[in-house]
């Protein structure tokens, strides 16, 4: 089997990196939902010794994430878990509380029923004070950021119609609903956000206020 190959990853993963790393200094444990290749996996973890990156997707890409942590030799970059956002949580999955998950290019892969299942999944996840990381396309008010990620939109529905780039204020409005506060909005290369979230305390999340869909995106800066 040859070992899998995302020239995506490759490109991304620097900007990606510089930013992990302004957020993930004392963080201890995170889970990839979405691993793909597993290129960023073994990226991130050599970069970040400290951090135990545990990798995760659909069963039949574990086999080409393993290649890739085999390669790598990594000490803090455990065997793969499977995990579908479609299906309940595995107990394998469910056994360990992370401080922290990351997750690329996947939201408008996945169906938006598939994203609810995942934000609805967070709380049996996280610990307190965790963060989650999203990557990826989005648009804001309804609109799109750019030419080319209408043509991407449009590229992915002409195929799979589930798919397509999701609009912040109801990505926001899924993360308030699992107790997250969005913490930075960052603007990435090739019109993408990096998008970093805080679980709250019980406290916080009582006291939170509802997003209206018409919310500005607090914490908007530039990688």
Known sequence: M????????????????????????????????????????????????????????VAQNLPGIQQWLDEAALSNTPAPLALDVSLPLAAEVLQTRYDAVYTANTLHIMSWEEVQHLFAALPMLLTENALLIIYGPFNYKGKF?????AQFDASLRSTQPHRGIRDFEAV???????????????????????LIWRKMSVGEALGARVVRPDAEPPGATAA
């Open 172 to 194: 926001e409005a899924l993360a308030l609903t699992a107790g997250l506060r969005l913490l930075e909005d960052v603007s990435m290369p090739a019109n993408n956000r990096c």
């Open 145 to 149: 950021t750019s030419e080319s990620n």
């Open 2 to 57: 040859d070992k899998p190959y995302s020239p995506s990853s490759e490109r991304n993963r620097t900007p990606i990196l510089t930013v992990l790393q302004q957020h993930l200094t004392r963080r201890l444990n995170l889970l990839e939902i979405g691993s793909g290749t597993g290129q960023h996996a073994v990226y991130f973890a050599a970069a970040m010794p400290h951090l135990r990156w545990q990798t995760s997707d």
